[in-house]
């Protein structure tokens, strides 16, 4: 195993370890904002599609 590839597991397993320390208000807030900026971006992309014609 290389240097990148046990620092890429370590990455893995702390950001793994980080999710699983969040309260439940965290992750719902974390899924909302997430749910938002991708409604977002789609009505982003919409829009430049509409400029196009």
Known sequence: ???Q???QIAQANFD???LSLLTDSQLEFLRD???RLLAER???GKK???HAY
């Open 1 to 3: 195993m290389t240097n």
């Open 5 to 7: 590839e046990t620092q």
């Open 16 to 18: 793994q370890l980080n």
């Open 33 to 35: 904002e997430a749910a």
């Open 42 to 44: 789609q009505k982003a």
């Open 48 to 50: 430049e599609k509409n």
